[in-house]
């Protein structure tokens, strides 16, 4: 088992920045792509960004290219999300996950999921 858990959400103004972590425990972090997802009330999870284990080729919806970036730290265990510029619809639960395969944008093959983290822009 792979145990995470996000911190770093909060309430900002449009325009605004905050950073996400997620902090990985558990069984080995080893190998592990990581990713970040976000859920609004009545929506399915939306993928956000994904970062394989060596840090290489990060994955970005097109919604927050330019604006979010993901890193990891592995000797921490812990993954990053940066998000600055942000806009009123990147309101959201804010989760992490973790899987073991090369599928990075669909929810469905994460394996483990932390309990989400609470982000909310005002206009």
């Known amino acids: 088992q792979v145990q995470l858990a996000e911190s770093g959400g909060g309430s900002v103004q449009a325009g605004g920045s905050l950073r996400l972590s997620c902090a990985a425990s558990?069984?080995?972090?080893?190998?592990?792509?990581m990713g970040w997802f976000r859920q609004v009330p009545g929506k399915e999870r939306e993928f956000v960004a994904a970062?394989?284990?060596?840090?290489?080729?990060?994955v970005y919806a097109d919604s927050v290219k330019g604006r979010f970036a993901i890193s990891r730290d592995n000797a921490k265990t812990t993954v990053y999300l940066q998000m600055n510029s942000l806009k009123p619809e990147d309101t959201g639960i804010y989760y992490c996950?973790?899987?073991?395969?090369?599928?990075?944008?669909?929810?469905?093959?994460?394996?483990?999921w932390g309990q989400g983290t609470q982000v909310t822009v005002s206009s």
């Open positions: 996950a973790a899987t073991s395969r090369p599928y990075l944008i669909a929810a469905a093959f994460y394996s483990y």
């Open positions: 970062i394989t284990w060596s840090g290489g080729a990060p």
């Open positions: 558990g069984r080995t972090f080893t190998g592990y792509a």
